[in-house]
């Protein structure tokens, strides 16, 4: 079996799809996407019943499949105004709002809507306290000191700033109803949730002990990993450099570690769980403990269809490009040739349709060596690419859902009135 989320009867219904539709398309498999809720919540809830589950949209939020995310009772956590509008649309009661440039029109918003609103900076709060709005209730994102990764250390409060902070929250009768931290994206394992929860016990210990009848829940935000794709590294872009100066040794698919070895989700429930409990249960109480999962919970249930064009010397383009696949650039996903299957993988540079050098799929394929018509699968792209679509040469790809027996188009392909659609001429 090629990946644990696609044995043969899964391959099967993604070749029976492949032939209903014209491609490109991606495809959603919404029995995995309800597996996959179903196996978060028996994760957490079993080892820590007052866990609550708040979708990442930016991951990817065709409304279609946060329907049936919210089905689950997960709430949604959003980044923008307009992430707040469309859960406000799908009636989701639960949003917790984060990002670090949060506008006025956005803050007074997300009051209207009673949205928990997670500030990330001094500036921030100093907004939300001069929109007056009466018996305010905020949370905090934190920034733990010791983060090395200098991206992700950029977000919440500073510690120099966190004293100010909560003066102000002191002075203005202000509710600090939660705490939040989000350690970053596609973390292998929960070392750095352990590691962040045991950080801040001895923070509540030294300065938010004032606080301690007010805060109800901690938010330890999503980052949990897939198994699958392996991350493109830096030598990738040298070694591209030295087939291009050597001929075409295509020594660049050699760049790709190999996937990813994560911990299973019961793995982070179990130690983000244990430490929580061990943690902060005892100076807080059970109060509640808040996840924001994206990528965990919808990578592997969407599927991109794409078909050969043309075939190359040790190469093939394919009719799906990096505007729909953007993440292409940094991650080598599975592909298999659909219409060839074998168990073998073929060393072979499969390129998108569009004129740009760095339009490339994939450097190998499971299955024999495609001809022109074969259907190729690129697997596991559901997060992080559809909402970084653009609009480069190439139409958005339309959305397919399949529960296996029927399928339907969920998001249509992109036409010349969506493109032009914005436009005065
Ligand atoms: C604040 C916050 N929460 C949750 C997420 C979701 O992360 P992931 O999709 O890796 O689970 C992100 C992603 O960057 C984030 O910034």
Excluded at 73 to 101: D, I, R, W, Y
Excluded at 183 to 198: M, Q, R, V, W
Excluded at 344 to 371: A, H, V, Y
Excluded at 406 to 416: A, H, Q, Y
């Amino acid at each position: 079996m090629l990946l644990p989320n696609l044995n043969n009867h899964k391959i099967k219904t993604l070749v029976a799809t492949s032939n209903k539709y014209a491609t490109p398309f991606f495809i959603l498999d919404e029995v995995e996407l309800n597996k996959r809720c179903e196996q978060l919540k028996n994760s957490f809830y079993k080892r820590y019943p007052k866990t609550h589950v708040f979708y990442a949209y930016k991951a990817n939020c065709i409304p279609h499949l946060l329907h049936t995310i919210h089905s689950h009772g997960f709430g949604a956590e959003v980044s923008s105004g307009l992430e707040l509008q469309l859960a406000t649309k799908l009636n989701v009661k639960n949003t917790v709002f984060n990002g670090p440039g949060k506008t006025n029109a956005e803050l007074t918003y997300a009051l209207k809507k009673k949205a928990m609103i997670v500030v990330d900076n001094l500036d921030e709060l100093k907004k939300i306290l001069s929109l007056q709005t009466p018996s305010l209730k905020i949370a905090l994102r934190l920034s733990p000191p010791y983060l090395k990764n200098k991206e992700w250390s950029r977000f919440g409060l500073q510690r120099n700033h966190l004293d100010s902070a909560l003066g102000l929250i002191n002075k203005n009768d202000v509710c600090l109803e939660g705490v939040h931290f989000h350690l970053g994206s596609e973390l292998t394992d929960s070392t750095k949730h352990s590691k962040a929860i045991k950080w801040l016990s001895t923070l509540i210990k030294s300065t938010l002990h004032d606080f301690k009848d007010e805060i109800s829940f901690v938010d330890v935000g999503g980052g949990f990993g897939v198994h699958g794709s392996a991350k493109k590294t830096l030598m990738a872009h040298s070694l591209r450099m030295v087939d291009k100066f050597t001929g075409s040794k295509n020594l660049e698919g050699l760049a790709c570690t190999s996937p990813k070895k994560v911990e299973d989700i019961d793995g982070f429930a179990e130690n983000i769980c244990a430490a929580f409990t061990s943690e902060i249960v005892p100076q807080l109480g059970e109060i509640e403990l808040w996840i924001e999962p994206g990528r965990w919970i919808i990578n592997p249930c969407i599927h991109m269809i794409s078909s050969v064009v043309a075939v190359k010397n040790k190469s093939a383009v394919l009719d799906v490009g990096i505007n729909n696949l953007p993440n292409c650039i940094y991650e080598q996903y599975p592909c298999i040739n659909l219409t060839r299957p074998s168990d073998e993988k073929k060393k072979i540079s499969l390129f998108g349709p569009l004129c740009m050098s760095n339009d490339k799929i994939s450097t190998t394929l499971q299955g024999d060596l495609p001809r022109e018509g074969d259907k190729v699968c690129v697997c596991n792209v559901g997060a992080y690419n559809i909402p970084w679509s653009s609009q480069f040469i190439q139409p958005l790809a339309k959305v397919v859902a399949s529960n296996e027996k029927t399928s339907k188009i969920i998001r249509v392909e992109e036409g010349l009135d969506y493109r032009i659609g914005r436009d005065n001429i």
